[in-house]
């Protein structure tokens, strides 16, 4: 035991935390990623959870997962699968076991092996490890014992103890990755900074985790460390897409100088948005928990005909319930943001799990012609960016926008440079103007963009009716003239068309790629990394990666023709590939779709692009 | 905010010409309400009249105000948000009783529940007019309509019942037809802090003549209805020879000076009684055993809930340290690289 362990040196490595829905995974995920990303390596994480909110314990529906990857350069994706599964019963093992890398490292908690528990994980056998054929190296430690024993004396009880199990596991692995327990010491003082004793408790757990890695080498024959090249120098935290999309509001309505209005309805996976935003009232935020999803975007277009940044959040089948108030602030023209954090469907679907299959709904999903602008967020971090965009949209054009995340960045999280908003383009709503002064009429617009003038209610001289007829263009009277209508309908589309959005970027062989990636929104990780892998091997591949999709970027057409060979890949049967071909003429793609409800796979992605290539 | 300085007239409120049926309810209500806002005095530009679909949903089109005309049975949720996000204009609500009750139920009763500083009208003509004659959720049962040719086989909604489930704090009722009694009531409604709710009786000449025919004549109201005034005795009749008294759980009407019954018996209103009991059944009063309540029935004070959001967000921000976007980014956990 005095011998010291060898290190390996590792690009990138990608840890699995799984345990029972009450074992503390996701705790000991975000300790260990905010450890890593302290000492300056890229994070991307991913809780993987079941919907019950507590299965019976020990049983396989209840198992919950959390992935973090971590890279001495940028990570793109939480990673396929792990070299590192902590598996904190026998149903983790069970049904985790399947994210592990042939040459991964397994850790177990024997005492969540016992004969119970191998029942309730519906082992046959007494030997789970033989009985699932596992061949990797597994570090099966008594670890609910040792945690009982290093508490001992501090009169807590059974359940508290077993309770710090977690950090034991973020003790060993923190040991296998030569990690600093002081940054992990102080996150969770920080954390539990009104509970001392238990702060106490579990960084004494976490040592004792890490030293029983370091007295007995924990039968490993070598640990890894992860060098940390990135880094932008700059002030980092770690957020998951939710915060982020909350943040994106929050600082869209400051630049704005306008309050912001957040009406909602919970719905998985949405509602952290409502939880992050009801938190600051200190900044001025109103959130309104609704009677239901209509409820929830109709109080918006109250707000933002009072003169809010008004926003409601929601999932795919909340926007089936909203679609008709969203058209009123369509015919209307307020600006209002309608968050859809996609998740499986059709129906109730899968409520926790992600997919790309509301994106039509986003684009078409009403009656009549109603042109909504739709952005896709790529990245937990991106959802920012994407956030504050759809705000800037909306009320600069008038306009409902649709924002488009999904369950998988919106819990996913990601090492996040804090931005700085005097950084951020400016927001100038078209507000009425003095000339206008008693001679307003709500549906005159800017010659130029098409957008009419905002008159916020409580100023003398701009009274107006705004509503769901058909108005006159000139008058704002109801109007059922049939040229009227053709009128006002297109001029509603090209108010929509004219909004300016940056080209869509091509990376990797962007002149001479023999296929070129197409994807939009939360997939970008996932294809990035096929493509950056594929490079690597010595194949052409290009990617270009849409954010927005109404209006599509001008380039889009000019991108999509240039290459012999075109792949979309979405998580939908072809949703996007779709409205390409609608939009752009004789575009004919080849397509790569699946409906899991998991993140792609990139060595599936690579696997099926390289037959594109030799097709 | 009463603007003292200005004083407006009825026609400060008016605009275009009315495009409802002649004889229509609406016609009345409208002139009333112009009336009543002009009394109350808060500028044009200072109000908001939102409404959703139906014949009386138009009515936002006849002000003089910043407007809407929604979409149907959103209404009060609509004007929640609006009053929640600036809580300095004043909302008048209008629904019919398709919009308020049927399809927008739910908005009412939440809107009710909250406490929301609205105006609700409700105009109770009890069937669906701009659909051509459909039964609604407050017409009687076995009512023949093109949608019920056999009669309705389900029980209205009584609309203040349903308000006071919803812990209604005002709740008032008059007929369109009764200028003086409906800007009265407005009024009050007006100056009721909270989700006012007014029932508006109605008529519908097209597809539901007569449903208010007990009391849409002076003369019929003073028999059928009795108006109702916070400290007032209950008398009612053409020479106030009738009143109410209660009797075990319930009321009677009684004959002050027969059976050794004084005005000492008859009871005196109260709007302003926590407890609704008594209230309830006067609303729900029916002819002809029993005269229909008319005015004030409910109005006692509660918070809002637009002002215990905006206190809310004072307390919350004297207390949290940040302020800005800057500082709620130093919330978290930051680390820095070099």
Redesign the interface.
Known sequence: MSQEVKVIEKHDVVIRFSGDSGDGMQLAGNIFS?VS??V?NDISTFPDYPADIRAPQGSLTGVSGFQVHIGADKVYTPGDKCDVLVAMNAAALKTQYKFAKSTACIIIDTDAFQKGDLEKAEFKTGNPIEEMGIQQDVIAAPISQMVKDCLAGTGMDNKAMLKCRNMFAVGLVCWLFNRDLKIAED?IR?KFAKKPDVAEANIRVIHAGYDYGHNTHASVAHTYKVESK??????????TGNKATA?GF??AA?KAGL?L?L?SYPITPATDVLHELSK?????V?T?Q???E??GC???????????L?VTSTSGPGVCLKS??M??AVI?ELPLVVLDVQRGGPSTGLPTKSEQTDLLQALFGRNGESPMPVIAAASPTDCFDAAYMASKIALEHMTPVVLLTDAFVANGSSSWK??K?AEYPAINPPYVTPEMKGNYTPYKRNSETGVRYWA??????????????EKDANTG??STDPENHNFMCRLRAEKVEKIPVPDVKVQGYVDDADLLIVGFGGTYGHLYSAMDEMNKAGKKVAFAHFTYLNPLPKNTAAVLKKYKKVVVAEQNFGQFAGYLRMKVDNFVPYQFNEVKGQPFIVAELVEAFNKIIED | MKNIMCEYTAKDFKK?QPRWCPGCGDHFFLASLHKAMAEIGI????T?V?SG?GCSSRL??Y?????????HG?AA??????????P??TIWQISGDGDGLAIGG??FI?AVRRNINLNMILLNNRIYGLTKGQYSPTSPRGFVSKSSPYGTVEDPFRPAELCFGARGRFFARTIATDDAGTVEVLKAAALHKGASVCEVLQNCVIFNNGTHDAIAKKEDRARNAIYLRHGQPMLFGENNEYGLMQEGFGLKVVKPGENGITEKDILIHDAHCMDNTLQLKLALMEGPDFPIALGVIRDVEAPTYEEA?HE??EE??S??K?????E??MT???????
């Open positions: 905010t990303a302290t300056g996150f920080d990135v880094a932008v120098p700059g002030r980092y935290m770690d957020i943040y929050i600082a400051e309050k209005f009406g600051h009232k200190s900044l001025g109103t309104v609704c009677e239901d209509i409820s109709a109080t918006s277009v109250g707000a933002a005909f009072a003169g809010a008004a008709e108030a058209n009123l209307m804090l931005p908003l916020i209610p409580g100023q003398e001289g701009y009274t107006h009716i705004l509503g769901g007829l009277a109801i | 275009g500028a044009p530009w200072e908001a939102i679909i936002p089109y002000m003089n105000t910043y407007a809407m005309q929604t979409i959103r949720a609509i004007s929640t948000g609006a009053k929640v996000a600036n300095d204009l739910n908005h939440h959001v809310q967000i919350v921000s207390k949290k940040y302020h800005n976007f800057e709620l980014l978290n956990d930051i680390w820095e690289v070099k």
